[in-house]
Structures are given as structure tokens and as C-alpha cells.
């Protein structure tokens, strides 16, 4: 229960733009962090799927979604060489690759990575 309770999404948010903005991937909107939260917990990321989140379910899922969310940004750093996040053609690129991350935590290789390579069309 006191989890719960010291919860404070804006701090949250705030020490993960900390993070990312040491390898300049802290122009990432909360919006699309929120639609990543989403994706994980409902499958969906729809303004309504977000306002419908469990706050319980939310804080539960804070930390896997933050290290999917850093897992994705080193991979679009590394494997893409996207170094900066105002390169990316649109923000919301993070969310499908964030929720990949979350459920493969392992770097993407052969299948995976080819897959991948598919999905973003190169």
C-alpha cells in the first residue's frame, strides 16, 4: 500500500527523462511513454485504453516498462545508429519497439532481429 501512496508519476517521469537525456533521447513525450504503459498493460494505447489504466496495475508495471524503454532506446542507438531522439521520423516509434523490449529482454538476433528490421521496414 505505500507504494501506492509515494507514487508520483510526474517524478517518475522526470528521473526517466534524467536518464535519457544523458544519451539525448529526452525529447520523448510523456504521451508516448503513457501509450507504452498502455500497450503492456491492455494491448492498446487509444486515449481512452490510457484513462481506463488501474493505477495499481500501473505502478506495478512502472519499472519493466522503464527498462523496456531504455532497452529500446540503446537498441535504436545501437543497431539503427539513431543517436539523438529528434531524429526519429515521430516519437510514438518508441512504443512498438519499448513493447518488444518489454517481452524479449534479450538482444534481438537473427529471426528476431530480422523481424524486426521487417516491421520497421528497412
Known amino acids: 500500500m505505500t507504494l501506492k501512496k509515494n507514487f508520483d508519476l510526474s517524478e517518475k ?11 539525448s533521447y529526452d525529447t520523448i513525450s510523456d504521451a508516448t511513454v503513457l501509450q507504452i504503459v498502455s500497450l503492456v498493460i491492455g494491448k492498446e494505447c487509444k486515449r481512452q485504453n490510457i484513462l481506463r489504466l488501474e493505477k495499481s496495475q500501473f505502478i506495478e508495471e512502472w519499472p519493466k516498462v522503464v527498462d523496456a524503454i531504455e532497452h529500446a532506446v540503446d537498441y535504436l542507438r545501437g543497431y539503427y ?6 531524429l526519429l521520423p515521430y516519437n510514438a516509434l518508441l512504443a512498438p519497439l519499448a513493447y ?8 534481438p538476433l537473427s529471426r528476431k532481429q530480422k523481424l524486426l528490421e521487417d516491421f520497421f521496414g528497412e
Not at 14 to 21: A, F, K, M, P, Y
Not at 81 to 86: H, L, M
Open 81 to 86: 545508429r539513431i543517436p539523438v531522439s529528434r
Open 100 to 107: 518488444f523490449f518489454y517481452h524479449h529482454q534479450d538482444k
Open 13 to 23: 517521469f522526470e528521473s526517466l527523462v534524467n536518464r535519457l537525456r544523458e544519451v
